[in-house]
């Protein structure tokens, strides 16, 4: 099972994933994978330091595929948030 580690940023509320180098980043794509249960651990880990820090709030692991190049949400509400809004602001 592949895993990334996604977020919400304080300062924005917008979805964010762990980087390779430990940045935030609203791209997928972007993202630190975790192949195996230690660095899956580890990116729980540096989420829960993310969020203590003041960075990001509500880290999770999300489970992910490589696809066509790059990292796809397996389930469907996680793929929407990578997507961003379904809805534009200000159209009722």
């Given at each position: ?8 940023r ?34 729980s ?48």
């Open positions: 099972m592949t895993q990334v580690l996604t977020a919400n304080l300062d924005d509320g917008r979805v964010v994933f762990l980087t390779p180098g430990g940045d935030w980043s609203p791209v997928l794509n972007d993202a630190r994978t975790a192949h195996e249960p230690v660095s899956a651990a580890a990116l880990q540096a989420g829960e330091q993310a969020e203590a820090n003041s960075t990001v709030v509500g880290p999770y692991l999300i489970e992910v595929t490589q696809a066509d190049g790059g990292i796809r949400a397996k389930a469907i509400r996680e793929a929407i948030r990578a997507s961003g809004p379904t809805i534009q602001a200000g159209h009722n």
